[in-house]
Nanobody, 124 residues
Framework: VQLQASGGGLVQAGASLRLSCAAS????????LGWFRQAPGKEREYVAA????????YYESSVKGRFTISRDNAKNTVYLQMNNLKPEDTSIYHC??????????????????WGQGTQVTVSS
């Protein structure tokens, strides 16, 4: 599975961005998918996850209410709608496919397939 994230950019605080992550190589329709972010000098941070049906979503507390994860299985794509962006959201955002048998979406080691990241920069 190859994952490619896109949609990042430079925006002002309060703005919105929509990230996309397209999968190729094989379908990810049976995988839960997640978004993580990593800023320079910081550890990778869980952002959000969505189950394979799209019916259940999960968020890290600092983004809950501002970010929305969704997926389109027909397009083999997962999205992250980010509203009311804050400077602390500045990071490289990565998508990943969940492969572990136990459900713990906040743990990066439970994802085996990772995409190239997309840079999000939020100015104050």
């Amino acid at each position: 599975v190859q994952l490619q994230a896109s949609g990042g950019g430079l925006v002002q605080a309060g703005a919105s961005l929509r990230l996309s992550c397209a999968a190729s190589g094989r379908t990810v329709n049976t995988y839960a998918l997640g978004w993580f972010r990593q800023a320079p000098g910081k550890e990778r941070e869980y952002v959000a996850a969505i189950d394979w049906t799209g019916g259940q979503t999960y968020y890290e507390s600092s983004v809950k209410g501002r970010f929305t994860i969704s997926r389109d299985n027909a397009k083999n794509t997962v999205y992250l709608q980010m509203n009311n962006l804050k400077p602390e959201d500045t990071s490289i955002y990565h998508c990943a496919a969940y492969t572990a048998t136990m459900w713990a979406p906040e743990r990066a080691e439970n994802y085996d397939y990772w995409g190239q990241g997309t840079q999000v920069t939020v100015s104050s």
